[in-house]
């Protein structure tokens, strides 16, 4: 995965995706490109938990 194509998933700015992963803006400005398989999980994980819709509570 590139970089920009992560940052895209994330929000569209590095901003986004720091805060979207829980780490720095500088951390994000230092990904290698293309980002290695350790991040690209990262970024993935960080995309399915932000388009997770809530669960219906139950009925009591």
Known sequence: ???TEAI???GGSISSTA???GISYQAVKKW???LSRR???RVLAAEARANRTPKEPANV
Request: charged residues 45%.
């Open 1 to 3: 995965m590139k970089k």
């Open 8 to 10: 895209e998933r994330l």
């Open 19 to 21: 805060k979207a992963i």
């Open 32 to 34: 290698p490109d293309p």
């Open 39 to 41: 991040i690209a999980d």
